[in-house]
């Protein structure tokens, strides 16, 4: 395609209102990419595919990594696993980390390869100590969670704080999951769980607020701790998790009026302030 077709269906693109502001000259630098990605954005899926594929036979990493979008999710094009694994390995393999994770969680699920865990955590972990947060989260759940053979609760932590470390909410909660219960290979350390569970209690997780609220009650003697717990559970249970409510009824039996009433107003203060701005966290 010349430079000429190129500018015209832009400006065919642009007059038609698929974009507001485009920088042509830009496109002409790389021509076939930006205009490929207008194409897509148009739903022009056939003008995007040979546009891609234009810059792939030049090696181009992007145009690998969204022909291998289209054929994995079948945009445009008729479903093809193996070819989208395809080109997948290729940005893989010149160290693209969004390649490396879509092409090891395609043999964490055995779609377009064979199944293989160690070829996945191979590509995953490349991707993970490049900081991509998916890749951290799912090599994480393999070692957590995954086959028996390939299971390192020290490695699922060590990429669930990863991950925590960038804000994620899931990841936090997972990190102090492991942290409270201290599986094999990993010393249990409520301090280190009450941190990542407060962390993502405060940004509105209700299993986070549950989770805090465990570590934070003392079933055996009256305690202040048991008002901020009351606290977290009653928060945890107005959001709707149902395992809050028994802890709340408990509570609510155990703690003296003058407390109950304080730790009352605690719960209403941590509504407005770790549910209501971040309501459907979980």
């Known amino acids: 395609m010349s430079k000429e077709r190129i500018f015209l269906w832009a400006l065919g693109v642009v007059l038609m209102g698929g974009v507001t502001v485009i920088s042509i000259q830009a ?25 891609w594929t234009v810059e792939a036979d030049g090696g181009d990493v992007n145009a690998h990594l969204q022909i291998g979008m289209m054929y994995e999710q079948g945009i445009g094009v008729i479903e093809d696993l193996a070819l989208a694994a395809e080109h997948f390995e290729f940005a893989a393999e010149l160290g693209d980390p969004v390649g490396q994770t879509r092409l090891g969680i395609m043999y964490e699920t055995g779609l377009g390869v064979d199944r293989d865990a160690r070829t996945a955590t191979e590509w995953l972990t490349l991707a993970a100590e490049q900081g991509f947060l998916e890749a951290q989260n799912r090599l994480a759940a393999i070692y957590g969670a995954g086959p028996l053979a390939m299971r390192r609760p020290d490695l699922a932590l060590l990429w669930y704080e990863a991950a925590a470390n960038q804000g994620d909410l899931t990841a936090q909660v997972n990190a102090g999951i492991i942290h409270r219960s201290g599986p094999r290979g990993v010393e249990r350390n409520p301090e280190a769980a009450a941190a990542w569970f ?24 009256p305690s202040k701790s048991n008002v901020e717990a009351y606290a977290w559970f009653r928060v945890a249970m107005a959001q709707g998790n149902s395992r809050a409510r028994g802890r709340v009824t408990a509570l609510e039996s155990r703690l003296s009026p003058e407390d109950l009433v304080v730790a009352q107003a605690m719960s209403e203060e941590f509504w407005e302030s770790f549910a209501v701005p971040f309501r459907d966290a979980d």
């Open 27 to 51: 496109m002409l630098s790389k021509p076939y990419d930006g205009i490929a990605s207008l194409a897509f954005a148009a739903d022009d899926f056939d003008e995007a595919l040979a546009l």
């Open 198 to 221: 407060r962390l993502a209690a405060e940004q509105g997780s209700s299993t986070a607020q549950y989770s805090l609220g465990l570590l934070l009650e003392d079933r055996t003697a």
